[in-house]
């Protein structure tokens, strides 16, 4: 029998200190249900979420330099360090979220994907498991401009399954390719 393993203490509650924060988009508008993570290292922590005006705020946090990472659907993360005293008060935290990226997936791509969600119910996992990581590895290379690795993932889609929908999807996106 193995000697019990011990936790780390959660002692990151037992200060007077406070943080607080307001979570916007780029424009300034208050983002309701942001996600704050706060962690202490090596001491622990807790995850918070913005009300409807965009506000979060805790008390009673030990002195030290905490990691706030904020997040919300649709938005770019930030992660910032902020140094927590117990004799004074920080000034209000506003975090401003930028817009994630998002990219347009073709039809091709789309009905490839599809098609690996029905294999994957039917019981063919290793076609599915192949059409997934194939289609969507190929997806990324292309938008980062990266085509041959695009074509190298496309053309394993058509070596794994070359008379079936999947196979004949990769074909066609091949022929997109530049």
């Given at each position: 029998?193995?000697?019990?393993?011990?936790?780390?203490?959660?002692?990151?509650?037992?200060?007077?200190?406070?943080?607080?924060?307001?979570?916007?988009?780029?424009?300034?508008?208050?983002?309701?249900?942001?996600?704050?993570?706060?962690?202490?290292?090596g001491r622990?922590?807790?995850?918070?979420?913005?009300?409807?005006?965009?506000?979060?705020?805790?008390?009673?946090?030990?002195?030290?330099?905490?990691?706030?990472?904020?997040?919300?659907?649709?938005?770019?993360?930030?992660?910032?360090?902020?140094?927590?005293?117990?004799?004074?008060?920080?000034?209000?935290?506003?975090?401003?979220?930028?817009?994630?990226?998002?990219?347009?997936?073709?039809?091709?791509?789309?009905?490839a994907l599809?098609?690996?969600?029905?294999?994957?119910?039917?019981?063919?996992?290793?076609?599915?498991?192949?059409?997934?990581?194939?289609?969507?590895?190929?997806?990324?290379?292309?938008?980062?401009?990266?085509?041959?690795?695009?074509?190298?993932?496309?053309?394993?889609?058509?070596?794994?399954?070359?008379?079936?929908?999947?196979?004949e999807m990769?074909?066609?996106?091949?022929?997109?390719?530049?």
């Amino acid at each position: 029998m193995s000697a019990p393993r011990l936790l780390p203490a959660q002692d990151w509650r037992a200060g007077t200190g406070r943080l607080d924060g307001k979570v916007m988009d780029a424009a300034g508008q208050p983002l309701s249900g942001a996600s704050v993570k706060l962690e202490l290292p090596g001491r622990g922590g807790i995850s918070l979420r913005s009300d409807s005006k965009g506000k979060w705020a805790i008390l009673g946090l030990t002195g030290g330099d905490w990691e706030v990472e904020v997040s919300a659907d649709g938005y770019l993360s930030r992660r910032v360090t902020l140094s927590v005293t117990e004799q004074s008060r920080r000034p209000t935290l506003e975090v401003r979220l930028d817009r994630a990226a998002t990219t347009a997936v073709s039809p091709e791509v789309a009905d490839a994907l599809a098609s690996a969600e029905a294999a994957e119910r039917e019981g063919r996992l290793a076609e599915a498991r192949a059409e997934y990581e194939n289609y969507r590895r190929g997806l990324a290379y292309l938008q980062l401009g990266r085509t041959e690795e695009c074509r190298a993932d496309l053309a394993r889609v058509l070596e794994l399954a070359p008379a079936t929908p999947q196979g004949e999807m990769a074909r066609k996106a091949l022929a997109q390719v530049h």
